[in-house]
């Protein structure tokens, strides 16, 4: 039966050192290479962070669920830190450290999260043998930057126009703006006049910049899937091309 | 609020839209490759790290209040 730990009591745990920092085979501080000393330091300092990254791809990527994914997040903290005092050699002491350490954490969700959450998906089909596929199944950075770049290159040509000509005027955002709808619309054509800048989207649509960016990468991988459908494969059934 | 950039800062920041973008489709894809490339890109930029960053802080407190949904539903019934 796992322990049932709330967020206070893992921040807690991780700040207080409860864990990777107290096991008895941990190096002492006079051990420890200048790498691990600044990533050891980052691990404590941002600890917190970290732990509620590692929760939140635990439960996204469907490795836990319910009242596990508290423990299984605390046990990927642990194998962390191991691996960051591991690997520490291959970290640049010039750079910043935040980013190397969400890169080991993301590895871990990823790759021994995978076994698990295999496991977890089998165990849904089992029950709903029609389960959907993943939305991006089919996707990669590939599909994203072009996407992206369609949009960028969108907002290109009306900033070089945008005093004699309104935005719906412009093929490239036309085509764009009538593969979605609603308020994945209304972001894009935001985006385009604005530029993808996520601060200024925020300011427009008086959300923290963060919000406002998760709307427009959300808007962006619904045009992906309707651009998918509709213009590189137009055969396809389910044809909902949005008239605008 | 509208943000005045330099050409040069316009093509930076559009460049770290691009990047954050192509990070969170990555990681909901599970795409190591992808993820691990943008993170390198981060250490060395401070903006792109604030900006990924903010994106884990937000999901980190989407995740919180739904959790607290799920228990307060609990709760109720």
Redesign the interface.
């Known amino acids: 039966m796992p322990t049932v730990l709330n967020d206070n009591q893992i921040s807690e745990l991780a700040l207080k050192g409860s864990t990777p920092f107290a096991q008895s085979d941990a190096p002492s501080a006079d051990e420890l290479t200048d790498q691990q000393r600044i990533l050891r330091r980052t691990i404590e300092n941002e600890g917190e962070f970290l732990l509620g990254v590692l929760r939140s791809r635990v439960k996204k990527q469907n490795v836990a669920s319910g009242r596990e994914i508290g423990e299984v997040a605390l046990d990927f903290f642990t194998e962390l830190y191991i691996e960051a005092m591991k690997s520490a050699h291959k970290f640049n002491a010039e750079l910043s450290p935040l980013p190397y350490l969400l890169g080991i954490a993301h590895n871990l969700i990823l790759r021994k999260g995978h076994e698990r959450g295999q496991n977890a998906k089998r165990a849904v089909r089992e029950f709903f043998p029609a389960d959907l596929p993943h939305q991006n199944e089919d996707g990669d950075a590939a599909q994203d930057a072009e996407i992206f770049d369609r949009v960028a290159a969108a907002h290109s040509e009306y900033s070089l126009n945008s005093a004699t000509t309104p935005l719906e005027k412009f093929d490239a955002a036309r085509e764009i703006l009538n593969l979605v709808s609603g308020d994945d619309a209304q972001i894009l054509e935001l985006s385009i006049i604005h530029g993808l800048d996520g601060e200024t989207l925020a300011g427009v649509l008086g959300v923290q910049p963060a919000a406002a960016r998760k709307r427009f990468s959300r808007a962006l991988q619904r045009l992906r899937e309707a651009y998918s459908q509709h213009i590189l494969n137009p055969s396809a059934p389910e044809s909902g091309a949005v008239a605008r | 609020?509208?943000?005045f950039?330099s050409p040069e800062e316009?093509t930076n920041?559009?460049a770290r839209?691009?990047n954050?973008?192509?990070y969170?489709?990555?990681?909901?894809?599970?795409?190591?490759?992808?993820?691990?490339s943008i993170?390198?890109r981060?250490?060395?930029d401070?903006k792109l790290?604030a900006?990924?960053?903010?994106?884990?802080?937000?999901?980190?407190a989407e995740?919180?209040a739904s959790?607290r949904d799920e228990m307060a539903a609990q709760v109720r019934n």
Do not use: N, P, V, W
């Open positions: 609020m509208t943000h950039y316009k920041q559009m839209e691009k954050l973008f192509l969170a489709s990555a990681l909901e894809r599970g795409d190591l490759e992808t993820t691990q993170l390198e981060a250490q060395s401070a790290e900006m990924i960053r903010q994106m884990h802080e937000l999901e980190i995740e919180s959790e």
